[in-house]
């Protein structure tokens, strides 16, 4: 039975015909839950719309309808019941006339979710709607509100919400700029704000246009080094050497793209190698490419395993970092240990594979795989 669902064309029956008849043209339909209200002689259910939310309760011989604007929507609550074989959701919407609660089949909280995207896209009519009866006063509030929510979101990382509040605020302003008097004296604020909002806008469009490409550059530069690394500790140095080369190239070549005027780092960069496995692992002993004198001395450090060398490493971060702060690079460590120098490049090799995301979180990580991905190539022949 269903009992969530994004298509108008999944609701029961019961509920779809109601639902259809309260959409305008201009409306779409985003998602629809049951809730635990009722029992055997009726069932609600709650539909959100990009316009509205509807409440529709169905009774045995008829239904009724009740339609929310999402601009009237103040506050959106939601917290998780626990039961016995069960989970679900529980949301409380407020208003500016009223509150209301519901218990929704709702386990991983999608509809909850969907509200919440709904209200937040919806249009403020006081910032887009010329003809709607606006103070003025209020208006710059608003769109004062709209920036702070953009530039918050841009903090937390969340660039494509930054650039909707940004331009709901470009339209706003616009909208505020029609309505003013001639000779207003907060035109020029208003003019001065907009364009700072635009400025804003414009640099996290480029923002994401240069992560995008350092992503592609960084995936690509990882990709070699991994497969250098393998075939390094796998005894195939011509394939190494190539592959190294290739890695150190790809790192300098995103360094450029970082090294430019905008905060790249903004946010960490995670890329995912191909590699979905270790070359080597387990015990250092049971690898005859280093020798028993490295392997003692290493013991004595508590490295006794391809994960202990790996622990040690500096480099990008993997992402379940604990955030401690960086080690010194793995050859100096090695250089300063009383192991056999020769089995250097294989355990610095051996400490750097990778699995899984790798997160690039400053100029320093790139900078870093530039430096290892140079050792390797300037170690294999």
């Known amino acids: ?74 506050s959106i609550e939601s917290d998780r019941v626990d039961l016995p074989g069960e989970r679900r959701r529980e949301i409380t919407i407020e208003t500016v006339d009223d509150s209301f609660t519901y218990e929704l089949h709702d386990p991983d909280g999608e509809f909850i979710e969907t509200v919440q995207t709904a209200v937040a896209t919806v249009p403020d009519p006081e910032l887009t709607d010329p003809t709607h009866p606006t103070d003025i006063d209020h208006a710059i509030q608003n769109c004062e509100d709209v920036v702070e929510a953009a530039a918050s979101a841009r903090s937390e990382g969340l660039f494509d919400e930054a650039t909707e509040q940004y331009e709901t605020a470009i339209t706003g302003y616009r909208t505020v700029l029609e309505r003013l008097p001639a000779g207003d004296d907060r035109h020029d604020t208003v003019e001065a704000a907009l364009t700072d909002i635009q400025a804003a806008q414009r640099q996290i469009t480029e923002l994401q246009e240069r992560r995008e490409t350092v992503n592609t550059r960084l995936t690509a530069a990882e990709n070699s080094f991994q497969t250098a690394v393998r075939a390094h500790v796998n005894g195939e140095q011509t394939v190494a050497k190539i592959r190294y080369r290739q890695a150190r190239d790809g790192f300098e070549e995103a360094l450029e793209l970082i090294d430019g005027d905008l905060p790249v780092f903004e946010k960490p960069i995670q890329v995912s190698p191909d590699a979905d496995a270790l070359a080597v692992s387990g015990p250092l002993t049971e690898f005859a490419r280093v020798s028993t004198a490295s392997t003692d001395a290493l013991s004595d450090k508590e490295i006794a395993t391809v994960g202990d060398l790996q622990s040690r490493a500096a480099g990008p971060s993997t992402i379940d970092t604990d955030g401690s702060e960086p080690t010194p690079p793995v050859r100096d460590r090695f250089e300063s240990t009383a192991i056999d120098q020769v089995d250097v490049p294989i355990l610095v090799a051996l400490s750097c594979q990778r699995t899984g995301a790798i997160s690039f979180a400053a100029r320093s990580d790139v900078q870093r795989r530039i430096e290892q991905s140079t050792f390797g190539f300037d170690a294999t022949v």
């Not at 064309?9 to 309260?22: F, H, K, Q, S, T």
């Open 1 to 74: 039975m269903t009992q969530y669902c994004t298509q108008q064309n999944e609701l029961p029956d019961a509920i779809r015909g109601y639902v259809v008849d309260a959409l305008t043209e201009a409306e779409t339909f985003r998602a629809a839950v049951k809730t635990t209200t009722g029992g055997l002689t009726q069932t609600a259910w709650l539909a959100v719309t990009s316009d509205n939310l509807f409440v529709v309760v169905s009774k045995l011989i008829d239904a009724t309808l009740v339609s929310v604007p999402l601009t009237t929507v103040t």
